[in-house]
């Protein structure tokens, strides 16, 4: 199975290696060069410390993120890529693309959604972040 099709101006939400600023953010996106970083969002998950990167996984939780308009599509087959997406191996992959309600002030669904990678894999064993939100200078390079 493939990742459903992206299009210039969907937005996605990052909440870890990919966040602006984010420690051991893969160098060879270049993310201002095909989209724009609006600001900080909310969402709806529960997020994984997977040690040294995070995970979100269903759950009814806040959690934080950034907001990001992709302009350039074919971006999304290298983010696809670095998130470990596997085309005809849904279960081996890492992550999965998929859309989420953000949330507004309120914690209530704003009517617009945006994709997020969600982690596909079993997180027996890792803490919770109990605040939802994953420390920038906390990453580092997935092997």
């Not at 099709?5 to 996605?12: E, L």
């Not at 201002?32 to 269903?58: A, Q, W």
């Not at 759950?59 to 308009?69: A, F």
Request: with cysteine.
């Amino acid at each position: 199975m493939i990742a459903p099709p992206v299009s210039s101006g969907d937005q996605f939400i990052f909440y870890g290696l990919l966040k602006q600023g984010a420690a051991s953010a893969p160098a060879h996106l270049d993310f201002p060069r095909h989209g724009e970083f609006l600001g900080p969002c909310r969402f709806r998950g529960r997020m994984i410390d997977l040690g040294g990167f995070p995970g979100v996984v269903p759950g009814e939780e806040t959690c934080h993120g950034v907001l990001y308009r992709l302009d350039t599509a074919r971006l999304a087959r290298q983010m696809d890529e670095f998130e470990g997406i596997r085309a005809g191996n849904p279960d081996g992959s890492l992550y999965r693309r998929e859309k989420t309600d953000i949330l507004d002030d309120s914690d209530r669904p704003s009517g617009e959604r945006a994709w997020i990678y969600t982690y596909n894999q079993s997180t027996d064993g890792y803490p919770v972040l109990e605040d939802g939100n994953w420390p920038l200078e906390k990453g580092r390079p997935r092997t």
